[in-house]
């Protein structure tokens, strides 16, 4: 049975950086994509992140390019969010989520029907 732990969040002000993190259990990363989500209040869930654990190639939400960086841990049982320069609209439930194959990435952005576990959200709030 698959199970992703999500860590990391926490109340940071503007500018400063957080560090997310997914623990699986029961699975490797190798064969998967694994993800980070956010959904803020009152708004849709967004696709942030996303790496391929077959090749490593990776994908970012234009909003935060430059600023946010997805790796594996050496053993692939662990993705890290590295989340710099953050701002209030960063603030967010973020979540991880991991699906077979490749990260798939539509017009719409991060495919997350494609995802087959879910983790637990943690809060990331940024102050002004």
């Known amino acids: 049975d698959v199970q992703l732990q999500a860590s990391g969040g926490g109340l940071v002000q503007s500018g400063g950086s957080l560090r997310l993190s997914c623990a699986a259990s029961?699975?490797?990363?190798?064969?998967?994509?694994v993800g980070w989500f956010r959904q803020a209040p009152g708004k849709e869930r967004e696709g942030v992140s996303c790496?391929?654990?077959?090749?490593?190639?990776?994908y970012y939400l234009d909003s935060v390019k430059g600023r946010f960086a997805i790796s594996h841990d050496n053993a692939k049982t662990r993705v890290y969010l590295e989340m710099n320069n953050l701002k209030p609209e960063d603030t967010a439930v973020y979540y991880c989520?991991?699906?077979?194959?490749?990260?798939?990435?539509?017009?719409?952005?991060?495919?997350?029907?494609?995802?087959?576990?879910w983790g637990q959200g943690t809060q990331v709030t940024v102050s002004s």
């Open positions: 790496i391929t654990g077959s090749d490593g190639s990776t």
């Open positions: 029961g699975v490797t990363f190798d064969d998967y994509a």
């Open positions: 989520a991991a699906g077979l194959g490749s990260c798939t990435v539509l017009r719409e952005g991060l495919y997350s029907d494609a995802m087959d576990y």
